[in-house]
């Protein structure tokens, strides 16, 4: 067989596994890999200008295709640079293989020029991660990493190769079947004892709450789930990570749990006598305090396919290793020889529809000044629902969990576990690569926004026709929201001084820009903004500077103490 | 836990212990009669709450193969003692060589004015070794940390 070079195989090994993008920056331990990207067509490289945004654009493709996203970055700098884009990746379970470039092996450890210690500094933010030591041990290592990064539950996983190595020639050869590792066999099917036990409950149950998470979007099983539900005809909630898990116009789904939940999700999950948790990890976000959860007694069915997450902070009591897709299906079949209490379940909607009459989600439109919420919900309007929206952290990344309506899984991609600004932008790239002809907004603030703006570059060169809907409320507005409600009302550093004037921001790159300010023009710029199919467009919203996230419960604290925004 | 014999391997169960704030009283690790697998022994504390994640946790990483709770099981646990010892004039010299033998130990090297000591055994015998030698003539300790092996039928009492 031929001998190739190391960095022939990288590519090869990527052409393998089928990758279509590949999100990088070049540096000088990977330019072999870059002279050999150069020489093929197959694998697309998409170069970032950070490599932040590399790695959350790889994170966007992975969450809107359902295919792990790839980068590559050079040693030292491009590798710690990539480290927030990592490590927000793997709290939110999302399959990504990140090659980074190396010093060459025999000036490991010397403080060699650019060199970092890539898996030392990535070990805790990676599902995996690997230094690869022989130039035949890339292929198999690149194989064993897509596999890794998509099984399971999904992370990413970083692959670090010397740069000598890639100079280096050997045989290529990719295995063809997936690799049998004797450490790493995560169980698929739920354990069949367990499912009757669950199944036993459900039964009996007078008043079920079912809790839906991420594991719903990574299992690929909304649609699963979402018949089961409708055969159970109980209440549904998705976590911010759930979204679009069940559609979020349908009579059963009673909104977001938690922090930022609804009341009447929020009342359910505390007063259910029983709680089917599916692919969802009773965050603290979600849940609050653990003890003041724990009061209320109900039953807890847990669905999880990483053991880890189930009873971490809240004992259940059926746990169900497995696939949420998989464990589903069996229930469905067992369904018909439990089926729920019909009465009872009346009883229950008839307590819900009165939690539901505090209407928390309302809000009051004022003249002359653009609600937050109302941008949102006329972004629904104009992309039917249908839109992949991207979002930053802070107020604005509620509003548009809480307002969308998210009809389908895929659709809403932000940084829930880690909750890193910059994330929209890139991300927002990500899926316009993996939906070319779909409508992609980025929510966001005009803080985050300056976080990972130089991607505007990015777009311009890939003519990316993303739009990006701009909160502008001249604060860090969830900063300043807590600060107003825990710390005595002192802006302390969460005012935005001397922001840029974004339009021409926008134009200096390249793009459109439009200055939206009056309530009466939000809907007819989105519609402005949608059509231009092929342009970029940054639509600066200039919105309500005081305006709050409702309902909240303060951190620590239990479900049942929100507070609501009529109360204040 | 039995886990692949390869570089990093450690410092993936040591950064998970201190990454999720775990203790670790002792920890030991050799290759197994498998080369391609390493055994290693940590003696941690927590509640069985945390016992659990722990387990679950350390499961989780990629190279660990296989772990085992073996606090309840029936168990040998061993730990090998290395102790310094002052040993002045022959009355002090003759006292320590008797404990050192009623401690199944033995005195390894010999100074003029120092024994040193070697004792194996479970953690609660090194202690008590220690007791008996007395503080203050204690010139230095090394210990290996405990390794542990269940019994057959380890499973219950
Ligand atoms: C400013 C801010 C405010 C927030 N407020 C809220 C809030 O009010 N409400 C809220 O819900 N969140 C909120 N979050 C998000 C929160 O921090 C968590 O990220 C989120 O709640 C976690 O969602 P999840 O439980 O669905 O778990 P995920 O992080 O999505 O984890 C998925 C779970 O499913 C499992 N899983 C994965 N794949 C599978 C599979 N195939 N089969 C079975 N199981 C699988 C995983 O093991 C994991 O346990 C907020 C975040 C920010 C930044
Ligand atoms: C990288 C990073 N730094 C700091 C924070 C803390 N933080 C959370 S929300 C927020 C303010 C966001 O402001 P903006 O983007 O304007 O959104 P708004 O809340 O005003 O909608 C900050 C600073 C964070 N989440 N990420
Ligand atoms: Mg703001």
Known sequence: ?568 | MLMENEPGALSRVANLFSARGYNIESLTVAPTEDPTLSRMTVVTAGDDAVVEQIMKQVNKLIEVFKVSDITEARRLERELMLVKVRAEGGEARAEMERLARIFRGAVVDVSPDSYIVQVAGDRKKLDAFLRAAGGANILETVRTGVCAIARANGKGK
């Open chain 1, 1 to 568: 067989m031929k001998e190739i070079t190391g960095a022939e195989i990288v590519i090869r090994s990527l052409q393998a596994e089928g990758v279509e993008y590949v999100f990088g920056y070049p540096g000088g331990a990977v330019l072999f890999i870059y002279d050999e990207l150069f020489k093929q067509k197959k694998v697309r490289h998409i170069l970032v200008r950070h490599e932040q945004g590399a790695a959350h654009a790889a994170d966007g493709y992975a969450r809107a295709s359902g295919k792990p996203g790839v980068c590559l970055v050079t040693s030292g700098p491009g590798v710690t640079n990539a480290v927030t884009g990592i490590a927000t990746a793997y709290m939110d379970s999302i399959p990504l293989v990140v090659i980074s470039g190396q010093v060459p092996r025999r000036a490991i450890g010397e403080d060699a020029f650019q060199e970092v210690d890539a898996v030392g500094v990535t070990r805790s933010c990676t599902k995996y991660n690997v230094l690869i030591k022989r130039v035949e041990d890339i292929a198999p290592t690149i194989h064993r990493a897509f596999h890794i990064a998509a099984s399971g539950r999904p992370g990413p996983v970083l692959v670090d190769i010397p740069k000598d190595i890639t100079a280096e020639l050997c045989e290529f050869a990719y295995p063809k079947s997936a690799p049998q590792l004797r450490s790493y066999n995560p169980t698929a099917e739920g354990h069949i004892g367990q499912i009757k036990k669950a199944m036993a409950l459900i039964k009996k149950a007078r008043r079920l709450m079912i809790y839906g998470g991420g594991g719903i979007i990574s299992s690929n099983a909304a649609g699963e789930f979402t018949k089961f539900c409708e055969e159970l005809g109980a209440p549904v909630t998705n976590t911010l990570m759930g979204l679009g898990g069940f559609p979020g116009g349908h009579s059963q789904f009673t909104g977001m749990p938690g922090m930022h939940g609804t009341y009447e999700t929020n009342m359910a999950m505390q007063h259910c006598d029983l709680l089917l948790a599916v692919g969802a990890r009773f965050d603290d976000r979600v849940i609050g305090n653990p003890e003041h959860f724990a009061r209320e007694s109900r039953h807890i069915v847990h669905i999880d396919i990483d053991p880890s997450s189930i009873s971490k902070r809240v004992r259940v009591d059926v746990p169900i290793v497995g696939d949420v897709c998989a464990v589903l299906k069996k229930m469905r079949e067992l369904l018909p020889k439990h089926p729920p209490d019909a009465k009872a379940l009346k009883e229950w909607w008839k307590q819900i529809a009165e939690w539901q009459e505090k209407k928390c989600l309302r809000y009051k439109k004022r003249a002359g000044v653009i609600k937050p919420q109302q941008v949102i919900e006329a972004l629904h309007k104009i992309t039917g629902g249908d839109a992949f929206v991207t979002s930053d952290v802070g107020q604005h990344q509620m509003w548009a969990a809480q307002y969308y309506a998210f009809r389908k899984p895929r659709r809403w991609i932000n940084s829930g576990g880690l909750g890193t600004m910059g994330f929209g932008l890139p991300a927002a790239m990500g899926a316009q690569f993996a939906h070319p002809d779909a409508a992609v907004a980025c929510v966001t603030g005009e803080a985050s926004i300056l976080m990972c703006l130089q991607e505007l570059s990015t777009c311009k060169q890939y003519r990316l026709p993303v739009k990006i809907v701009n909160l502008n409320n001249r604060y860090m507005g969830m900063v300043r929201q807590w600060q107003e409600f825990f710390h005595g009302n002192r802006h302390s550093e969460s005012y935005m001084d001397a922001l840029p004037d974004f339009v021409k921001l926008a134009e200096s790159y390249g793009h459109s820009g439009m200055l939206v300010e009056d309530p009466a023009d939000v809907e007819g710029a989105l519609r402005d903004a949608f059509a231009r199919k092929k342009e970029l467009v940054f639509l600066d919203f200039v919105t309500d500077q005081n305006e709050n996230v409702y309902p909240m419960i303060a951190a620590g604290k239990g479900l049942s103490e929100m507070v609501l925004a009529e109360e204040l």
